[in-house]
Nanobody, 114 residues
Framework: VQLQASGGGLVQAGGSLRLSCAAS????????MTWYRQAPGKQRELVAR???????NYAESVKGRFTISRDNAKNTVYLQMNSLKPEDTAVYSC?????????WGQGTLVTVSS
């Protein structure tokens, strides 16, 4: 599966952004989709995950602010990010996983100004 992430940008603290990750080339609905982020000088961390059955889990730091969703008809996973904080600044990447198959999209930069 090929992934294309979009939706990043510059936003003020307290603002919102919605990231999208469009997939092509395989049966999207069968994949677990995960958003990761990597801030400068830090390790990559899991932000949110949604399974093929729709179960979700979130990093503690984003619970209550971020929402992951998927539209299997559009082969797209979304990350709605509200109440953004400067510490959310990072490159956000999406991952598709199904068993031993793991694909990554290119990252999209989110910058939150204080």
């Amino acid at each position: 599966v090929q992934l294309q992430a979009s939706g990043g940008g510059l936003v003020q603290a307290g603002g919102s952004l919605r990231l999208s990750c469009a997939a092509s080339g395989s049966i999207f609905s069968m994949y677990t989709m995960t958003w990761y982020r990597q801030a400068p000088g830090k390790q990559r961390e899991l932000v949110a995950r949604i399974t093929n059955s729709g179960s979700t889990n979130y990093a503690e730091s984003v619970k209550g602010r971020f929402t992951i969703s998927r539209d299997n008809a559009k082969n797209t996973v979304y990350l709605q990010m509200n109440s953004l904080k400067p510490e959310d600044t990072a490159v956000y990447s999406c991952n598709a996983n199904r068993g031993v198959i793991s694909s990554w999209g290119q990252g999209t930069l989110v910058t939150v100004s204080s």
